[in-house]
Each structure stands twice: as C-alpha cells, then as structure tokens.
C-alpha cells in the first residue's frame, strides 16, 4: 500500500517570497525521503488552494492524505481555519481519507533552526553569555500560542544567553523594537532578534523594522527551508501516520 500524501498547509500571501519559501521548504522534504509525494496549498493569496489540491488528489484516487499545517503554535489556523478547510473536503470527497497532523511547535528542531539563523547572521557560540535574545513571533490573539512563545523563551535562556525576551509583531505586546530596548536597559552587551516566523512578509518585515529602529546587534533571517524544519515537517507526518490520528469527520 503506497504512503500517505503529505499536504502542506500554508497560510499564504501576497508577497511572492512567502511562497517561493513554502515551495523551497516542501522541495528540502522531499529530498530527504524520495518517493514520498509532498503536495502543497493555501490558505489564501497563492494558489493551488487546499480544497483544489485535495480535489486532484481524489480524482487520481490517492487512498489517504495527512494534511500538516505549516504553523509554529496552535492559534486560530490551526484550530478553526484548517479544520473547517479539511472538514469540508472530507464532505465533497468521501472517498479520500484526510488526517490533520499537529502544528510544528514546539520542538527541538525548532530551536535548533532559529540557532543556525543566528550563527549565519553573525552570532558565535562564545557570544551567549553577553547577548540578549529577542524571540520575534508573528503575535496571536490566542492565549495559548502566546504561552507556548514565552515557554520557549524561557527554555532558551537555559542555553546560556544572558537574558530572553519574547516579542510579538501583531495582537500581542511587547514589540521587537521594544524587547530590544529592554534588554539593552537590563546591561545587554550585544542583543539579537531572532524571528521565530517560516517564511517572508509583512510580519516579519515588522519584526526587522523593530530590530533596525532599536538598534539590534544581530537581524536572523526567518527560518525558511532550514534542514531541521524539513525534518520537522516529516517527523510531524510520521507521528499522523503511527498514532492512528483521527479523520476529519463531517460535523466535527
């Protein structure tokens, strides 16, 4: 029986470097494992569209499809849009089988990612004991993507930089350039921004604005195709595909 379809679900945008990103990201996964078929849709303002996607996909009679939402935390995407996206298609489609895998935060990979955007900007592990870090997320309304953000936070300055801050470029406070000045008044010798956002746009281009008006030491760049997250990404459908996760039932 040939494997499940991996769809990655990204949100989209108008600016064309958010998903030339999203399609290099989904070109590093499957390079890491040749044969398995890796499709990729939107949410909105790229195309192909989910719905699109898993229409061509029922109509060649792929048996089964692990929908993996290209999200760092659990906020509304994750818990309303894709569920209500997948439910949906499992209604016009009953013949195609659809799992939703989890988000891809938090993990491992995750911080080890940010760190490699770090070190290419310019940041030397001997630098961490007087360097503050600003960890720059898109922001979110929901409660619990904002924990899991600070929670992060906090884990990374277990790894030795002297102080961590975690900052949001929308819905939540406090902002880059805020969280910068905050660490340069705490006795931050160096301070750098480290946008934990996937791909180029509007947002993270907020978050770089913040770092420059601030005057940050360090700018990474955003994590992009890193080799972790397409391990990631993959370790995310392997998990779908061994704990039985639950189909997308119509009226869920």
């Known amino acids: 029986m040939s494997s499940p379809v991996l769809l990655v679900i990204a949100h989209g945008s108008r600016d064309p470097r958010h998903a030339a990103t999203v399609h290099a990201l989904t070109a590093r996964v499957r390079a890491l494992r040749p ?3 890796v499709e990729t ?3 909105d303002f ?3 569209s989910v719905p699109r996607v898993l229409e061509r996909l029922a109509a060649e009679q792929a048996p089964e499809v692990v929908a993996l939402p290209l999200l760092l935390t659990r906020a509304f995407h994750a ?5 209500a996206v997948l439910r949906e298609a499992r209604a016009a489609l009953p013949r195609l089988r659809v799992r939703q895998a989890e988000v891809l935060g938090p993990s491992p990979l995750l911080n080890a990612a940010l760190e490699r955007r770090l070190y290419e900007a310019g940041v030397r592990p001997g630098d961490r004991s007087s360097t503050g870090l600003v960890l720059a997320s898109a922001g979110s309304s929901d409660p619990e993507a904002i924990a899991v953000i600070a929670e992060i936070a906090r884990e990374l300055r ?11 470029a929308s819905a939540s406070l406090p902002r880059t350039e805020d969280a910068v000045r905050a660490l340069r008044a705490e006795g931050a010798g160096r301070v750098a921004v480290a946008p934990y956002v996937i791909a180029p746009g509007r947002l993270p281009d907020r978050i770089a604005a913040g770092a420059a008006e601030a005057g940050a030491d360090v700018l990474a760049g955003v994590l992009g195709p890193a ?3 397409a391990r990631l990404l993959l370790d995310r459908y392997d998990e779908a595909k061994a704990t039985a996760a639950r189909p997308v039932a119509v009226g869920a």
């Open 46 to 48: 790229n195309a192909p």
């Open 158 to 168: 277990h790894t030795g930089w002297c102080s961590v801050r975690p900052a949001f």
């Open 227 to 229: 080799p972790e997250l």
């Open 41 to 43: 849709g939107f949410l």
């Open 79 to 83: 818990k309303s849009d894709i569920p």
């Open 35 to 37: 044969g398995l078929r």
